[in-house]
């Protein structure tokens, strides 16, 4: 079993819509959780963090922990073709410091105009 | 601020040969730096964990004679790829977490090493 599950996708989603990106962890020690998107050939850059259960919003973007599903998401509302990228899940065992992240694999998303 | 180079951005190498990664933070001090490698359509895999004055730690796997990491600044770390293979070739990203600061981690450009 993988430590950080994501669905590969691609997940197609009209442009304007809701786009949704879900992520399981195995590690019930994890305490951090970040999304990171990364661009074709480019390195990854951060979007959320997340550290309590519930939601968190920063303008378009929406995450959502459950931790005793094990089960972080990642909601864009109104998608835009720029969002089009690659959306990696990190987790963590520790909240603050240099902190050893371990990523899924990523899903890739595509917002059709 | 908080910006992270890598050096050079893309490398193609003979087999055989060792090739040196540069990350520097450059407004920053970073007591620790990690390496990652990416292979096409996977994720980033953590390679070692680098702080400043002392021995990198490695990941289970990760062979530490091949890869040689040298952190001798808090602004600097160097990833050697020695003898380096076709199988070598991939995606090389560094990120730096500042000296004090609290969690979050700046990635570098990445550097595409090939070998052929």
């Known amino acids: 079993q993988k430590e950080v599950e994501q669905n590969s996708g691609p997940l197609s989603v009209p442009e304007g819509a809701i786009a949704s990106l879900n992520c399981t962890y195995s590690?019930?020690?994890?305490?951090?959780f970040f999304w990171y998107r990364q661009y074709s050939g480019k390195s990854p850059e951060l979007i959320m963090f997340i550290y309590s259960n519930g939601d968190k919003e920063d303008g378009r973007f929406t995450a959502q922990l459950n931790k005793a599903s094990q089960y972080v998401s990642l909601l864009i509302r109104d998608s835009q073709p720029s969002d089009s990228a690659t959306y990696l899940c990190?987790?963590?065992?520790?909240?603050?410091?240099?902190?050893?992240?371990?990523f899924g694999q990523g899903t890739r998303l595509t917002i059709n105009p | 601020g908080a910006v992270v180079s890598q050096h050079p951005s893309r490398v193609i190498c003979k087999s055989g040969t060792s090739v040196k990664i540069e990350c520097r933070s450059l407004d920053f001090q970073a007591t620790t730096m990690f390496w990652y490698r990416q292979f096409p359509k996977q994720s980033l895999m953590l390679m070692a964990t680098?702080?400043?004055?002392?021995?990198?730690?490695?990941e289970q796997g990760v062979e530490k004679d091949k890869f040689l990491i040298n952190h001798a600044s808090l602004t600097l770390s160097t990833l050697t790829v020695t003898s380096a293979h076709p199988e070598d070739s991939s995606f090389y990203i560094c990120?730096?977490?500042?000296?004090?600061?609290?969690?979050?981690?700046?990635f570098g450009p990445g550097t595409r090493l090939t070998v052929t």
């Open positions: 680098s702080n400043e004055g002392s021995k990198a730690t490695y």
């Open positions: 990190a987790v963590s065992p520790i909240i603050q410091g240099a902190q050893k992240l371990v």
């Open positions: 590690d019930r020690g994890s305490q951090s």
């Open positions: 990120s730096a977490h500042q000296t004090g600061g609290d969690f979050e981690q700046y």
